[in-house]
């Protein structure tokens, strides 16, 4: 495959009746982080534009990056968010209680990355595979005692695990299903691998609270599609799956839950008045016209002027400025403002593998967070918003010194 590719058709309804409503710029992937010895040289800048389809209401990203580009190393881990690590105990408790699991359950988590969510069920003593395409990260989960199998989830991966195995009780997905190209393939995969009364759950960021909270930054080229719940039954009357239950969780900004089940199994009721309250509200907000993404496009563009007006008056007075979470979102962020170096002294993150690395198409350093009280900066600018409160919680020693704290989403605020 290209580098990149233009995406003409609809993942889900094959329309090309897609409505370009944003463009952020051509900038580097999110977790393009450069090693020092790599700043001097050119980094490969891909456009990222955004699209709601007109049919079938799918926000999906223009151009396409070659998963291999974005994947096959990656350094982000969920395991250093402690909110993160709260979700998949909570996700492991919720599956136990709509499946009963017999003793030899399989579970099995697509996108599984270091193991986190695995590790929940492996220390209550089920049999657990994991499926990533990270070689890095297999070999972390691994050690981490996880079984791992790299490579992306096919129908073909899914056949394999079955015949070394068996199929699954309950089967995972979390922050996946957006990253996927190929979603039909994808389903017809977990239909192969999921046993007859198996549930298979998908969480992933909710368009509807991308567009209401200014969320642009979760707009990244990991992030091939930011579904609505139309999209996605539409998607779901195609393959031998059900959605049985979708329900909306603060996780991220604001996620949705969305329950699956094979069609054969008629046990598990469908919640249909539920399936049908999200859609009652999708349509309330024009989620099939343009406005609400012009409308969204609009006011990210003011925001990016608010935040560099904001920024340059804070540098005048000569306030120092650092940034807290170099997070993918974060290098959406800093790429699409315009803001580097001259504005942040450097960016503070707990993943072991981000520190002593460069940010990526800015190139800020990035140290562990105890920079922060070592050299006391009059601002940090929380860039990883969705764990605000954990992170002002753990640095409660910075605001008791005097520090303050700034958001840029949904507005810029000095908090
Ligand atoms: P976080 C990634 O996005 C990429 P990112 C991916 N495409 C996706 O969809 C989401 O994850 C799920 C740091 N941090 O999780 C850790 C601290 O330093 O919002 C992370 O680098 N201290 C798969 O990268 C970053 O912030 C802390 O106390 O936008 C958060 O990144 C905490 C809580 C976090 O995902
Ligand atoms: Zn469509």
């Given at each position: 495959m290209a580098s990149i590719k233009e995406v003409i058709h609809c993942r889900v309804c094959n329309s090309?009746?897609?409505h370009v409503f944003l463009d952020l710029g051509k900038m580097p992937t999110p977790n393009g982080f450069l090693e020092k010895k790599e700043l001097s040289r050119k980094e490969e800048l891909y456009?990222?534009?955004?699209?709601?389809?007109?049919?079938?209401s799918l926000t999906q990203l223009k151009y396409i990056v070659n998963p291999e580009i974005m994947f096959r190393n990656y350094l982000y881990i969920p395991s250093v968010s402690q909110t993160r690590l709260n979700n998949f105990k909570q996700l492991a408790e919720d599956a136990m209680k709509r499946v009963k699991l017999s003793s030899d359950a399989l579970i099995v988590d697509v996108g599984s990355n270091d193991g986190s969510l695995l590790t929940v069920f492996?220390?209550?003593?089920?049999?657990?595979i994991g499926v990533d395409p990270a070689e890095n990260l297999v070999v972390v989960a691994e050690l981490n005692g996880i079984p791992t199998k790299q490579g992306y989830f096919t129908e073909e991966m899914a056949e394999r695990i079955k015949r070394s195995k068996r199929t699954a009780s309950v089967m995972f997905a979390t922050n996946v299903f957006a990253h996927v190209s190929n979603i039909k393939e994808f389903l017809l995969g977990i239909h192969t691998l999921l046993n007859k009364e198996g549930i298979f759950i998908s969480q992933f960021p909710y368009i509807i609270d991308l567009l209401k909270e200014n969320q642009f930054d979760t707009i990244y080229h990991e992030h091939l599609s930011y579904f609505s719940i139309h999209s996605l039954l539409r998607l779901a009357k195609e393959t031998d799956l059900?959605?049985?239950?979708?329900?909306?969780?603060?996780?991220?900004?604001?996620?949705?839950?969305?329950?699956?089940?094979k069609k054969e199994n008629t046990k598990l009721p469908v919640k249909t008045k539920q399936i049908q309250s999200f859609l009652a509200e999708e349509k309330r907000l024009g989620l099939f016209t343009d406005k609400p993404y012009n409308e969204f496009?609009?006011?990210?563009?003011?925001?990016r002027i608010s935040t560099r007006q904001r920024m340059d008056e804070l540098r005048k007075k000569g306030k120092s400025i650092v940034g807290y979470g170099a997070a993918a979102k974060g290098n959406v962020m800093l790429n699409y403002f315009g803001l580097g170096t001259k504005v942040f002294d450097y960016i503070v993150?707990?993943?072991?593998?981000?520190?002593?690395?460069?940010?990526?198409?800015?190139h800020i350093p990035i140290f562990a967070e105890t920079k922060i009280l070592e050299t006391k900066p009059d601002y940090v600018l929380i860039m990883a918003w969705n764990f605000k409160d954990e992170i002002i919680k753990k640095n409660h020693?910075?605001?008791?010194?005097?520090?303050?704290?700034?958001v840029c989403i949904p507005e810029i605020t000095i908090l």
């Open positions: 090309t009746n897609l456009p990222l534009v955004v699209a709601n389809c007109r049919d079938c492996k220390n209550l003593g089920y049999e657990v059900d959605i049985f239950d979708i329900e909306h969780s603060p996780l991220d900004g604001g996620s949705v839950k969305v329950y699956w089940k496009a609009k006011r990210v563009k003011k925001l993150d707990s993943t072991p593998y981000k520190q002593g690395k460069y940010t990526p198409g800015t020693k910075y605001s008791a010194t005097g520090g303050k704290y700034i």
